[in-house]
């Protein structure tokens, strides 16, 4: 299995997308969001997505060289238009937009619109938290895209709308990147390609009916991701609705129904200026507070110790710049190909 | 079992806070307050609170006759002291401080410490939702009354700490009204007074070990509530420590640790003008797309319909506005002994 470096995979995956038409600034933001999808060991939002971009530039779904624009704004809101260009680029100005709001105004939000898919959502929320304030993001697939039933319901009515928060600490910041569903889709089709079953509660066949088969997901009549919560699925789809609601209605970009055919990423960012609401040292020894309560909480049976929402992430990220990327087998075999219908040298 | 009108209930206990020297608008702020979570099925948070708030009175956690104040704003954001009055009449200043502050500034953030109880948080979120305007409240207990374990962990770290979000529709606003604990405690006492075992899920005693005995939660040492999401509970916890952030640490009133004794409620509320992000029809029409979407959805097998978050509440409360509210015979005691000790009248 190839393993390369960030620093090595960043200007490759560039080359490529300047290669296919984008602008240098553009294509470098892309390929840093990417890599540091890998490098925080979210592998499924990294450079495996590179041939599915090209595909969309191909196609026309994205717009290589398209400007984000603002439609519309007062001091504390915006709302934007991606134009349908890489939703790296739009995501990224939006949440630029939105802590240059709440330096101003101490709280922000910004809708965004006609975006492609912005990558991993906890990204923009760790930008907005190191400006010393609290980063809010949610996010659906533009009202398309849907996988997920309602609580009590047998159809597909919803996307697995993921919601994303980072505080700012004295150290590394809080992160949670959530789905409000079970689990994201990808990681059913990673155990269907291994002929393995999912776990209770995951799915529901296209009968209504609970399944342990993956295949189900795929099947005509297809089944049914569940909502967070097992038993208490009502939760999980309350948190849907309100990031279904909160994405897709304030952006106009559209809440998840059979009207919207077009795949894309709705968002609502917020950015809260910590020291609008408190002096910022009397923040951060309540956060700090927090997080030296939580570390100390002794462990479960069958765990070993209390991680903090994001550490998982900040540990495998440690690892992967010392030791480098893995990069499975099928991927690199992609990414070369791409690489050499675009002239483009891969990494030795 | 005695049956009440909420018509007759709501100056039946307005007369005994007025009595307990609480001045009159704000008994019957209270008063209603206390009705409506009856009205809508929460019993938890209704009547049933009054001999507690009676006690609170006398032992001054209390000050029937605070007023609550703000302490700094800006043209979207405020922090509010409740002076350890009447939660309910800070949490509804916050709340009416946060729609006027988004009429102007498109959205707006209020934190607000040193409240008591606030009762049912859904109360404000739907207020909120009656101004053309999505509501969003995150609470905790003051940074004290820790219940719930972090996931992976064995002791109690955080409180159940709930989100609550409204959203204005053509029809009844949309309504999330959930803890980010599997359960509230309440559920888990009266399964012990029943004398019946929790579910799978819900508890680890104070080895870390699951249960299904209710009393491990109040043996000593004790056992912890679990995060929501059973073996994907990292979700439930890391919205439970953004929840703890945003109302305990925005506020100034304490994320949960041990360091907080005194109990309360710190909360955080955002009011987002929707038409300061899309008009107001596009809004509406996405929004009422969402809701005919989602309660066109068959069932799945073992449930008769989809209901929209809020819906089961709105159902009780039509009818129990035609039928009466039921108070169990407990309660209803308890309530004549308070009122005789005040000399109010109960209703006949």
Same mark, same amino acid.
């Given at each position: 299995?190839?393993?390369?470096?960030?620093?090595?995979?960043?200007?490759?995956?560039?080359?490529?997308?300047?290669?296919?038409?984008?602008?240098?600034?553009?294509?470098?933001?892309?390929?840093?969001?990417?890599?540091?999808?890998?490098?925080?060991?979210?592998d499924?939002?990294?450079?495996?997505?590179?041939?599915?971009?090209?595909?969309?530039?191909?196609?026309?779904?994205i717009?290589?060289?398209?400007?984000?624009?603002?439609?519309h704004?007062?001091?504390?809101?915006?709302?934007?238009?991606?134009?349908?260009?890489?939703?790296?680029?739009?995501?990224?100005?939006?949440?630029?937009?939105?802590?240059?709001?709440?330096?101003?105004?101490?709280?922000?939000?910004?809708?965004?619109?006609?975006?492609?898919?912005?990558?991993?959502?906890?990204?923009?929320?760790?930008?907005?938290?190191?400006?010393?304030?609290?980063?809010?993001?949610?996010?659906?697939?533009?009202?398309?895209a %849907?996988?997920? +039933?309602?609580? !009590? $319901?047998?159809?597909? *009515?919803?996307?697995?709308?993921? #919601?994303?928060? =980072?505080?700012?600490?004295?150290?590394?910041?809080?992160?949670?990147?959530?789905?409000?569903?079970?689990?994201?889709?990808?990681?059913?089709?990673?155990?269907?390609?291994?002929?393995?079953?999912?776990?209770?509660?995951w799915?529901?066949d296209?009968?209504?009916?609970?399944?342990?088969?993956?295949?189900?997901?795929?099947?005509?009549?297809?089944?049914?991701?569940?909502?967070?919560?097992?038993?208490?699925?009502?939760?999980?789809?309350?948190?849907?609705?309100?990031?279904?609601? %909160?994405?897709? +209605?304030?952006? !106009? $970009?559209?809440?998840? *129904?059979?009207?919207?055919?077009? #795949?894309?990423? =709705?968002?609502?960012?917020?950015?809260i200026?910590?020291?609008?609401f408190?002096?910022?040292?009397?923040?951060?020894?309540?956060?700090?507070?927090?997080v030296?309560?939580?570390?100390?909480?002794?462990?479960?049976?069958?765990?070993?110790?209390?991680?903090?929402?994001?550490?998982?992430?900040?540990?495998?990220?440690?690892?992967?710049?010392?030791?480098?990327?893995?990069?499975?087998?099928?991927?690199?075999?992609?990414?070369?190909?791409?690489?050499?219908?675009?002239?483009?040298?891969?990494?030795?």
């Amino acid at each position: 299995m190839p393993i390369i470096s960030a620093d090595r995979l960043v200007p490759f995956v560039r080359d490529m997308f300047v290669a296919a038409g984008t602008p240098a600034p553009r294509a470098i933001r892309v390929a840093q969001s990417l890599v540091r999808s890998n490098l925080v060991g979210h592998d499924s939002h990294g450079v495996i997505r590179v041939p599915q971009y090209m595909g969309g530039i191909r196609s026309g779904r994205i717009d290589a060289a398209a400007e984000p624009t603002v439609e519309h704004e007062s001091p504390g809101t915006a709302t934007m238009d991606g134009h349908w260009g890489w939703g790296q680029v739009a995501a990224w100005e939006a949440t630029q937009l939105a802590v240059r709001k709440a330096q101003q105004s101490g709280l922000a939000g910004v809708a965004l619109h006609s975006s492609n898919h912005v990558g991993r959502v906890g990204e923009y929320v760790e930008e907005i938290a190191r400006n010393d304030m609290i980063g809010l993001i949610a996010l659906n697939n533009h009202g398309a895209a %849907m996988q997920v +039933a309602p609580f !009590g $319901g047998r159809e597909r *009515r919803l996307s697995s709308n993921p #919601i994303a928060f =980072a505080a700012p600490t004295s150290g590394q910041p809080i992160l949670v990147d959530i789905t409000s569903s079970v689990v994201a889709e990808g990681k059913v089709r990673v155990l269907r390609n291994q002929g393995r079953p999912v776990p209770d509660g995951w799915l529901i066949d296209a009968s209504g009916r609970p399944t342990n088969d993956p295949n189900a997901l795929y099947a005509d009549p297809p089944g049914a991701l569940l909502p967070l919560g097992g038993p208490l699925g009502h939760k999980g789809y309350g948190l849907s609705v309100l990031i279904d609601v %909160m994405s897709g +209605a304030l952006s !106009g $970009g559209g809440c998840s *129904r059979a009207e919207h055919e077009r #795949i894309g990423n =709705a968002m609502f960012i917020e950015a809260i200026r910590v020291d609008a609401f408190v002096p910022r040292a009397q923040y951060y020894a309540e956060v700090d507070g927090l997080v030296t309560s939580l570390k100390s909480c002794p462990p479960a049976v069958g765990f070993t110790e209390v991680l903090l929402p994001g550490e998982p992430e900040r540990r495998t990220e440690a690892r992967r710049r010392e030791e480098g990327i893995e990069i499975d087998e099928e991927t690199w075999h992609q990414l070369s190909d791409v690489a050499r219908g675009l002239s483009v040298d891969a990494p030795a």
